[in-house]
């Protein structure tokens, strides 16, 4: 299914991307649903969400909160914030963009 892997900085920070042999809008289905991260994020190990928080628990029992910034279907534009549990983030952004490349699609 993965063509591409590969790492950048975008905006001064780490990003990583890849490629899927699947459409951008199926692919934007899974992401977007913010309680399933546990079905295709290798480190969750369960999750569920409820509104704009997102409850999961990372491999080893360690529990993170955080809070969905932006659920932008039209965009496939998805950002959450971490705001607690047992990771420690002061300043925290993660985004994920679902881009269509044809039949294909780029995760960034």
């Known amino acids: ?13 780490p990003a990583q991307h890849i490629t899927i042999n699947r459409p951008a809008d199926e692919v934007w289905a899974v992401v977007s649903d913010a309680g399933s991260i546990s079905t295709w994020f ?5 999750s569920s969400a409820s509104g704009e928080d997102r409850h999961c628990i990372l491999k080893g029992g360690v529990p993170l909160e ?3 910034v932006t659920n932008d ?12 549990g047992g990771v420690s983030a002061q300043s925290h952004l993660g985004t994920v963009d679902v ?3 044809g039949s294909s699609c ?3």
């Open 42 to 46: 290798p480190m969750v190990e369960t």
């Open 106 to 108: 780029r995760i960034v």
């Open 66 to 68: 955080e809070k969905i």
């Open 1 to 13: 299914m993965t063509d591409h892997h590969s790492k950048e900085i975008q905006h001064g920070h």
């Open 99 to 101: 881009l269509e490349q």
């Open 73 to 84: 279907a039209d965009l496939r534009l998805f950002q959450y914030r971490i705001v607690g």
